[in-house]
C-alpha cells in the first residue's frame, strides 16, 4: 500500500505545547524502549563507532542531538564511548520545555550530558563546535521546508560527520509500528503518535532530493532493518 505523506501540522501528541508530565514520562520511556528493541539507536552508534574508528578518534569526543527527546540517544553514545575508550560529551537539544525537563530528570545528573532548551533551525553553536551532530525520529516532525532550514543550520557545526535517522513512510511500516505500539508501549501518546509518525514520514527518496536541496548532495542514505532510513554526510 503507498501512502501519500500527512503534511498537516500539530497531529502528533509530542509536538503539542502542554502534556501531562506523569504521561509524558511514560511516552518518552516507550520512545526509548523502541529504539532501543528496534535498532533506531543502534543505526545512529553504529555510524558514530565507524567513523570514530576509521579515522582514528581517541579522547573526547563532542555531540549535539538535536531534537533529542527524552536523550537516550545520548545516553546510549556515552554508554557505548566509554566501551571504546571514547570519552562522549553531548548536548541533547529539544525546543519542548517539558520534554527537555524530563530529559534532565532522565539523565540524573549525567555530568557528560547537558540539557538546552532551543531551536533546532537556528541552533546557537558556532560552526565545527562538535564533532558529530545526530538527529533521530525528528525529520518526520518538520515540513519539507523545515527540514532544509535544519539540514542547513546543523551542517556546518559537525566537524566529522552529520548522522541522521528517521522512519521511512511505507504500507508495511504503518503496520508494523502500529502493531509495535500496541505490543510494547504502555503510553496512549505513543500509541496515537506512532502510526501518524509515518504517515508523516519521508522516502527514502524524497530525503535523498531534500539533501540535494540543503547543499548535502554527498549526504549517503541508506535503508535499514525495522522500517529505519539513516543519512550520513562525513565532513
Known sequence: MKLLREEA????????????????RVALRDVERLNHWFGGAHCVLQEEERISRERGLTGAV???DVGSGGADIPRALIRR??????????????????????AAAFCGGEASISILRADALAPPFAPGSF??????????????????RLLEAVRPLAGQALILCDLERSG???????????????????????PVS???????TELTALARRAG?????????AFFRVVGVLEV
Open 172 to 194: 508495511r511500516a504503518y503496520a508494523g509500528v502500529w502493531l509495535a505500539t500496541r505490543l510494547f508501549c504502555r503510553s496512549r501518546i505513543t500509541r496515537h503518535d506512532g
Open 131 to 148: 564533532d558529530f551532530v545526530t538527529c533521530s525520529l525528528m525529520l518526520h516532525h518538520l515540513a519539507e521546508d523545515e527540514v532544509l
Open 216 to 224: 548535502c548532495a554527498n549526504m549517503r542514505w541508506s535503508r535499514r
Open 81 to 102: 564511548g566509554k566501551l571504546n575508550g571514547l570519552q562522549v560529551h553531548s548536548v541533547a537539544c529539544d525546543r519542548h520545555e517539558q520534554i527537555s525537563s524530563v
Open 62 to 64: 563532542r555531540v549535539l
Open 9 to 24: 501540522s500539530g497531529l502528533e501528541c509530542l509536538d503539542q505545547p502542554k502534556l501531562d508530565p506523569s504521561e509524558l
Open 198 to 204: 509515518v504517515r508523516r514520514a519521508y522516502t527514502i
